[in-house]
């Protein structure tokens, strides 16, 4: 069991996100044909909006969550907010945004399997991902069922503490995830394994978020005289 923990918490996530950044520069500089999100909504729009919007307001949230709370040292926020009502705090918004992913991705996802026309140009690796993503929704809801028998903040620290260690290299970062319960545990290495199939997906598409149109200038056009 210390070798399984200490391979999938303290060399998986090196793997996993070596893989993830290295797959994705070659992808880009060798596969741009293939860099696409492939929308299907021509095929079939039925319910396809409402899904979608949910689906990925969710996952933003989510991803938006996961990357403040995870990372953001302890006494940045101490001064402001206590652990125990940080976690409170977390587990009502990422429950929100959780059964918003189930929701739309749960559609999306029967939507993928039983529309003849969506199946036919879908992948393995297109219903592999929505299938792993309404999986590992399903499990974060379910980490925040087992969060409810400790409100104290304390597992939450330890998760912190582990993905703060991650990051910055520090070597021992399993130790924080020992007697961690499981299904945290599972919900971290699932969430690793969708960072190492990342580049051979159609995730990849979200690196292509056109936030420079926020910023750009207008485009002058003239009327036709």
């Known amino acids: 069991m210390h070798y399984f923990n200490s391979f999938f918490f303290d060399i998986y996530p090196y793997l996993a996100l070596t893989i993830f950044f290295v797959g994705c520069l070659v992808r880009y500089d060798y596969g741009q044909y293939s860099w696409r999100a492939g929308?299907?909504?021509?095929?079939?729009k039925k319910g396809m909006r409402w899904a979608s919007n949910l689906f990925h307001i969710g996952i933003i949230g989510i991803f938006l969550g996961h990357l403040v709370g995870l990372l953001t040292p302890h006494w940045v926020y101490e001064p402001f907010i206590s652990a125990q009502h940080k976690q409170i705090l977390a587990m009502s918004v990422g429950g929100i945004c959780g059964i918003m992913v189930l929701i739309g991705g749960g559609f999306l996802c029967f939507r993928r399997l039983t529309n003849p026309r969506v199946r036919a140009t879908s992948s393995t690796a297109d219903i592999l991902v929505i299938v792993i993503l309404?999986?590992?929704v399903c499990l974060g809801l379910?980490?925040?069922l087992s969060s409810v028998h400790?409100?104290?903040?304390r597992v939450m620290l330890r998760l912190s503490q582990w993905?703060?260690?991650i990051v910055t290299f520090r070597f021992g970062a399993a130790e924080h995830l020992r007697d961690v319960p499981f299904i945290f545990k599972l919900h971290i290495?699932?969430?690793l394994?969708?960072?190492l199939i990342f580049p051979f997906t159609r995730l990849v598409h979200i690196w292509s978020v056109p936030i420079e149109y926020l910023t750009r200038r207008y485009q002058i056009v003239k009327t036709r005289r």
């Not at 929308?39 to 079939?44: G, P, R």
């Open 39 to 44: 929308s299907t909504q021509l095929l079939s």
């Open 134 to 136: 309404v999986v590992q």
């Open 142 to 144: 379910f980490t925040i």
């Open 150 to 153: 400790h409100l104290d903040g």
């Open 163 to 165: 993905a703060q260690d």
């Open 189 to 191: 290495t699932l969430g």
């Open 193 to 195: 394994t969708i960072f």
